[in-house]
Structure formats: C-alpha cells, structure tokens
C-alpha cells in the first residue's frame, strides 16, 4: 500500500486533524462536503445572495473543504432551472461574496464545474447534446430527450469553456474547483461505453474515452496555474450493463494521477442507477455506511493522489474507521449536512455521534421518481438556510412534490413563450 499523498502528514487521523494537499493547501479538518444541487441561482443565473448565506452556515459549522453544487460552464446547457452559470458574461461581484463566505472559520471552497450532455430535463432543452445520440432508459426518456450527438469542434470548445469557468472561480476568491465526472454528467458519458458509442478519436477505446477527461483537466490546469488545486468527482462504476466499469474506473484514476490532478472524490452511479443515494446497495454495506469502500481501498494501493470517500456515511465510528484503514484522507458528507448544518463539529467533538436519515417517499414509487425526491427535498432544506431559516427534518414529501412540480411547470411554460 503506498502513502497517503503528502509524505509529511501529521501523525494524527482524527476527524478533527488537519490534511495538506501536496500542492500545500491546508485542509483544517478531514470533513468534506461534497456538492449538492442548491437551485440558487437567480433569472441570470448568477449566485443569489443565499448562496453565501449558505455556505456562511457550512463554514461555522465546522466543515473543513466545501463543494459547491454544480456549476455550469455553458448557459445554453443547463441541468435544472435555476443553475449558477460561471461564463465570461457572469456578474463575478455575487461569486465573489459567496466564495468569502464559505472561506469563514478557516474553511476551504471549491467550486464543482459541470455540464449536463443528455441530462437534461425536456422542459428546458428540446435537444440536448452528448458523446451519442442515445437515449437515457428506465423510464427516463420520458423526461429527458435524445440528444444529439456532439462535432468535434463542439467538443473542443466545452473543454474551453472548463477552463474559463476555473479560471473565473480562481478571480472570484474560491480555493479550488472540481471536475464533476461522475453521475451520469458530459464527463462520465464520454467515459461510458454505454452512452458513448463514438468511432473517432473521442470514444471506442478506454484511452479514447478517457481522452475527454484527461483534455478538460489539462485545459484547467494551463488556465489556473500548477499551484491551485483541482479535483475531481469520479464514479467507481456506473452500475449498468455495458456502462462504465470499476475496471475502466481504476484505469482512468491511474492517468488522472498520473496527469497530476490534486483530489479525487470516489462516488458512483448514474440518474439511471443512482447508487450514490443509495439505489440497490447491499445491507451489509449500508450498515458499514461507507458505499464505495472496497473501491476506494483498492485505489489506493494504485495512486498517492489524495482520496475522499463520499456515500452513506452517517457516524463518527464509521468515519474514523475509514480513516483509520488508510483508504481514504477526507470523509465526504452531504444529505447529512443538508438538515444539520452543524453536523461537522458533532462529529469532531463526540466520538458517538450518528444522524440518522428521513427515508423518503410519498407513498407512491412512480412519483419520488418523476420528482427526483431524494434530490429535491434536500433542495428545500438547503434553501431554508439560505434564508437564515433551520432546516424542518420533518418536511412533508407531498408538499414538496407539490412545489416542484408546479415551479417545473411555471418554467417549462416561460421557455415556450420565449
């Protein structure tokens, strides 16, 4: 097994105990939020006010390295209503109050850069784009059109406009950005054979599917220098037949590496397969909390690169178990986070901590489906936050689905009259 990624470590791996990135950024504690969709953007898709507000809350409560939710690199790609876009038409003025913010207390933010491809409600694109045009399945393709698949010219400018977004992020004060890679995003469609079934340089192989990744990474890393730090979300597996594989995964993480990036957060799944809430995962698994250990445990006897573990994890005693195998040097967190901002200091201050979750449903599968409520409902969480309100833990499935649908639906007939 090969050392963690800075040789000069502290001897401590508690909660609490600092972390030094190689690029020698200080990471005050091993907590991680990862991202989460916070639908705060406003009609121009700039930051509205209640993102710093947010992230304000996250800092005091004892977060070490935020994420923040997706940001889009394209304003005509667009995966919810109300994305923050980063462009060179944004007013940087609100990212810059939101990325001082979240760096209150000592904390780190970094921003997570992202395009949809096919991921794309139709009640906002009539065509999307992706490596192929295909579908998405399990229902979805009612919701999502098939796109269209992308030029190569397209291509190279998304990887452009990648490192335009971090070069904006690194101006606007935020510490880092993150690539999002996994989830069924731009990124991890190129990496799928499934959803990308390409005969150019851009798909067929593993080396050219990866070919993507490895363009956007680099693209960033000549737009904000050697020194400022870039991550990126990686899926350990799509979870589909014929989709992106662990195998594949291990591969893409050694060049990634190899490449020089500085952060890599093990997630997985797809809308298709959204195992990153915990669609289909063993019992066993979700007693031990941590979804993607064994993955990530095999990573690291592959790369030094510096490792977060994100999934499931919901106490203390399995966070520093985690620790403690050497698998992991950060400890993602999100849901958990989302209706107890102060869940970060719990964890560091008592060694017995647990929070427990709200399983959620209306009662009827089809519907927490079409709503996408595991998502949505923490949306809501988060936008009481944003307005200096407490989270409701006890908020009620119905009203949500109720809200959403009927913003959608305001939305979808706006873009018509547009």
């Known amino acids: 097994m090969q050392q963690t990624a800075a040789a000069t470590q502290p001897i401590s791996n508690d909660l609490s105990s600092s972390y030094v990135l190689k690029n020698g950024q200080v990471i005050r504690n091993r907590l991680f939020k990862s991202a989460m969709s916070e639908q705060l953007g406003d009609a121009a898709h700039n930051p509205t006010p209640g993102l710093a507000t947010l992230y304000k809350r996250w800092a005091q409560g004892g977060i070490g390295l935020a994420i923040t939710g997706n940001i889009m690199i394209d304003r005509t790609a667009l995966g919810e209503p109300k994305n923050v876009v980063l462009d060179e038409q944004s007013n940087l003025e609100p990212f810059k109050k939101w990325a001082a913010a979240g760096k209150l207390n000592g904390a780190q933010i970094w921003t997570q850069?992202?395009?949809?491809?096919?991921?794309?409600?139709?009640?906002?694109?009539?065509?999307?784009?992706?490596?192929?045009?295909?579908?998405?399945?399990g229902g979805l393709e009612k919701g999502f059109n098939t796109p269209r698949a992308l030029t190569e010219p397209?291509?190279?400018?998304?990887?452009?406009?990648?490192?335009?977004?971090?070069r904006l992020a690194k101006e606007a004060g935020f510490t880092g950005v993150q690539i999002h890679g996994a989830?069924?995003?731009l990124v991890s469609q190129f990496l799928s054979p499934r959803h990308n079934q390409r005969t150019d340089q851009w798909g067929g192989s593993l080396e050219n599917r990866?070919?993507?990744?490895?363009?956007?990474?680099?693209?960033?890393?000549d737009a904000?220098?050697?020194?400022?730090?870039?991550?990126?979300?990686?899926?350990?597996?799509?979870?589909?037949?014929?989709?992106?594989?662990?195998?594949?995964?291990?591969?893409?993480v050694k060049a990634l590496a190899k490449a020089g990036i500085d952060l890599i957060e093990i997630s997985g799944g797809t809308y298709e397969s959204p195992s990153m809430v915990g669609h289909k995962v063993k019992e066993s698994t979700l007693k031990r909390e941590a979804y993607f250990l064994d993955y990530i445990e095999k990573v690291r006897a592959l790369v030094d690169t510096s490792l977060v573990l994100t999934g499931g994890f919901r106490s203390s005693a399995a966070m520093q178990s985690a620790l403690d195998s050497g698998a992991t040097d950060l400890i993602g967190v999100a849901r958990t986070t989302a209706v107890d901002p102060d869940f970060p200091n719990k964890l560091m201050e008592d060694s017995s901590h647990k929070q427990t979750l709200k399983n959620l449903t209306t009662g009827v599968k089809a519907i927490d489906k079409i709503a996408m409520l595991d998502i949505v409902w923490y949306e809501f969480q988060l936008a009481r936050m944003a307005k200096g309100q407490n989270p409701k833990p006890n908020l009620n499935e119905w009203v949500v689905f109720g809200k959403t649908m009927a913003s959608a639906g305001a939305?979808?007939?706006?873009?018509r009259r547009t």
């Open 154 to 166: 397209e291509i190279l400018n998304i990887i452009k406009k990648f490192a335009t977004s971090a």
């Open 210 to 221: 990866m070919r993507f990744v490895l363009s956007v990474y680099q693209a960033i890393r």
């Open 411 to 415: 939305y979808a007939f706006r873009k």
């Open 224 to 252: 904000v220098g050697k020194d400022f730090p870039v991550g990126i979300k990686l899926n350990s597996a799509d979870f589909m037949k014929g989709g992106f594989s662990e195998e594949d995964s291990m591969e893409v």
């Open 183 to 185: 989830h069924g995003y």
């Open 113 to 137: 850069l992202n395009h949809p491809g096919k991921q794309i409600p139709n009640f906002i694109c009539e065509e999307p784009v992706a490596p192929s045009a295909i579908s998405l399945e």
